[in-house]
C-alpha cells in the first residue's frame, strides 16, 4: 500500500494536519482503516449483491472533484474545506457495513419493527413486493430485509456513528462504532457534528438550509481553520 495520498483532494486536505485544530490528525491512517472497513461491505450476505462500495468507489469520487471544482475555486478553499470533503467520502457509506454481531443481533434492534410497520405499508405496489420477498427461502428472505433496513437507514446510521451513539434501534454495531471513534479522536465534538451532518446529507434534500450547513463554520482561529459547510455538502452529494 502506497505511503502517500494519491488524488489532489486528499493532498490538499492533509495540509490541515498543520493546523492547531486537528493536531494528531494522520489523514493517511484515517484512510488506511476507512479502507479496511469499507471491504467488509458486503459480508454476510448483505449489499453482496450492490455496486461496489469499497475504496475503488472513494477514489473515483476523490478523483471526480478534480475536474467538477473549478480551478478558481480550488484556491479559494482551505484545507479545511477539502478535509470536511475528503472525510465526508471516506465516511458517507459505511452506515451500510453489517457486521455479524450486528446481524445476529437483529432482533433486538429496530429491525422488527422497520419491517412489520415501514416496510409493508399498504398499497398495490408493496403488496406486490411483499409477495416476491415471501417467494425467497426462509434465510435470503431474512437477509434481504434486514439489507433493505439497513439501506434505509445507512445515513441515519453514520450521522449517529460520528457522534458515538450507540442508538441499538439503528443495529446493534458496537464494534463498527468503536472503530469510527477510534478513527476520530483527533477531532472535537463541532467538527464531529458536522462531518456527521455532511454525511447523512446525501441521503436528504435539505441542502438549501443554511442553518444547518452554515457557510462559514469555524473550528480555530484561522481561516484555514474554517469551512463552507454548504459546498462541502454539494460536492458530496454530487460525486456520489
Known amino acids: 500500500m502506497t505511503d502517500l495520498l494519491q488524488t489532489?483532494?486528499?493532498?490538499k486536505a492533509q495540509?490541515?494536519?498543520?493546523?492547531?485544530?486537528?493536531?494528531?490528525?494522520?489523514l493517511l491512517h484515517i484512510r488506511r482503516e476507512v479502507s479496511k472497513l469499507l471491504g467488509l461491505i458486503g459480508r454476510e450476505g448483505i449489499f453482496d449483491e450492490y455496486t461496489s462500495?469499497?475504496?475503488?468507489?472513494i477514489d473515483k469520487m476523490l478523483n471526480m472533484l478534480e475536474w467538477i471544482v473549478p480551478d478558481d475555486t480550488k484556491s479559494e478553499m482551505s484545507s479545511t474545506d477539502w478535509l470536511m470533503t475528503v472525510l465526508a467520502i471516506y465516511f458517507h457509506d459505511l452506515g451500510m457495513l453489517v457486521t455479524k454481531e450486528e446481524y445476529n443481533n437483529r432482533y433486538n434492534s429496530g429491525f422488527p419493527n422497520y419491517r412489520d410497520e415501514e416496510l409493508?405499508?399498504?398499497?398495490?405496489s408493496v403488496s406486490?413486493?411483499?409477495?416476491?420477498?415471501?417467494?425467497?427461502?426462509?434465510?435470503?428472505?431474512e437477509r434481504f430485509l434486514y439489507q433493505e433496513f439497513v439501506r434505509h437507514k445507512h445515513s441515519e446510521r453514520i450521522r449517529n456513528w460520528i457522534m458515538g451513539n450507540t442508538y441499538d434501534h439503528l443495529g446493534i454495531s458496537h464494534q463498527t462504532i468503536s472503530a469510527i471513534d477510534d478513527l476520530l479522536r483527533p477531532f472535537n465534538i463541532l467538527f464531529r457534528r458536522d462531518l456527521a451532518l455532511v454525511c447523512e446529507s446525501h441521503h436528504l434534500d435539505d441542502l438549501n438550509d443554511f442553518e444547518k450547513y452554515q457557510v462559514s463554520q469555524p473550528y480555530g482561529d484561522s481561516d484555514a481553520e474554517t469551512v463552507n459547510l454548504q459546498y462541502?455538502?454539494?460536492l458530496l452529494r454530487t460525486v456520489d
Open 8 to 11: 489532489l483532494a486528499e493532498r
Open 53 to 57: 462500495h469499497d475504496i475503488s468507489h
Open 15 to 26: 495540509e490541515a494536519e498543520k493546523l492547531p485544530a486537528f493536531s494528531g490528525l494522520n
Open 128 to 141: 406486490d413486493y411483499a409477495v416476491k420477498v415471501k417467494e425467497l427461502d426462509e434465510e435470503k428472505s
Open 232 to 234: 462541502c455538502a454539494v
Open 120 to 124: 409493508f405499508i399498504s398499497g398495490d
